[in-house]
């Protein structure tokens, strides 16, 4: 049984890399749709008391997610495979080790830290959600945030993606474990119109580059509608 | 039983212990209130500096005691309370 493919209505896109992508369509740069970075992640925007508790992965997320946000409330749906399995891995560690947990890694890492995070630092109490779906996170996040917007298509959906790669003894072999994020705000009218391809596990590609690999224009299981 | 440290040490302990990136010794004074209107510390940090000071100076903080708020008030309280009940170093670093 085949579906129409889902179509997503984009006001504009952001994705941070931690290393700079081999793909050269992923190369760092801004074209007014999408702003796509590398390096140092930008969130000084963030107060100095909050920003210390930030993680490598909330970092991406908040650097992108800022970049597309519109100003006031926004709805949010972020999506992540892993979430904050550096923080998860070290409490493990600690109660393995019969030792004492740390509060703050605690508290920071359940899967909507960052929704969580993001809502405190703006003020913003607009509903969100989290999402975790395996390898295809992306994919699944992004079809929580088009039924949001769907439901309500009078102001956009924020949409949040982010993944690290797994600590050790987890480590992920595949390349799908680098750490970035994107972010998609979800709205019309719309500046480009994304067709989503079902979930494919054997595309050797994570979901998330080819949404950015058809942004930029180059051939993708995704595509510009 | 006490253990002696020096208020740099103490503001060093604080720093590394609660990930205080943008923060030197040098920015917290010796009185300063450390939580709330001072440092700006909230209670996720007390928890987590009280657990912190256990391991590290095997302090024996007893939860019940009346004073235990004004023992964490600023960095020169915290020296004399692990001057007072500290026990040491579990792990190295002096």
């Known amino acids: 049984m085949t579906y129409a493919p889902l179509v997503l209505p984009l006001l504009r896109a952001a ?6 992508p081999a793909d050269p369509l992923l190369a760092p740069g801004a074209d007014g749709f999408l702003d796509l970075a590398c ?23 908040f650097h992108c997610a800022h970049r597309v946000a519109p ?51 703006n003020g ?50 595949a390349p799908r474990g680098l750490l970035h994020a994107v972010a998609l705000l979800v709205g019309t009218p719309a500046a ?15 979901q998330s580059l080819g949404c950015l690999r058809a942004l930029r224009g180059g051939p993708s299981s995704w595509q510009l509608a | ?3 002696v440290i020096t208020p740099l040490e103490m503001k060093q302990f604080i720093i590394a212990t609660l ?39 095997q302090v024996q903080a007893a939860e019940q005691d009346p004073d235990l708020k004004e023992h964490f008030r600023t960095v020169r309280s915290l020296v004399a309370f692990v001057a007072r009940n500290g026990q040491g170093p579990l792990e190295a670093g002096t």
């Open chain 2, 19 to 57: 990930g205080l990136e943008d923060l030197t010794p040098e920015a917290i004074g010796d009185d300063e209130p450390l939580f709330a209107e001072g440092l700006g510390l909230d209670s996720i940090d007390a928890l987590e500096l009280g657990i912190a000071l256990r391991k590290r100076f």
């Open chain 1, 71 to 121: 100003a006031g409330d926004v709805r949010m749906v972020f999506a992540s495979r892993h979430g904050e399995a550096d923080r998860t891995v070290a409490i493990l560690r600690d109660l393995a080790l019969e030792a004492e947990v740390s509060p703050t890694l605690f508290s920071m890492s359940v899967h909507n830290s960052v929704p969580g995070l993001w809502s405190i630092i």
């Open chain 1, 192 to 206: 480009r119109r994304l067709a989503m391809p079902g979930e494919d596990p054997a595309d050797p590609l994570p």
């Open chain 1, 124 to 173: 913003d109490r607009a509903p969100f959600s989290a999402v975790a779906a395996g390898a295809g996170s992306f994919g699944w996040g992004l079809v929580e945030a088009l039924a949001a917007f769907t439901a309500d298509p009078s102001a956009p959906v924020l949409y949040v993606y982010g993944d690290d790669r797994l600590p050790d003894p987890w480590a992920d072999p």
């Open chain 1, 15 to 20: 994705a941070w890399f931690g290393e700079e």
């Open chain 1, 39 to 61: 390096g140092e992640p930008d969130v000084a925007f963030v107060d100095r008391q909050l920003r210390r508790r930030l993680s490598p992965l909330a970092r991406a997320c």
């Open chain 2, 1 to 3: 039983m006490g253990m």
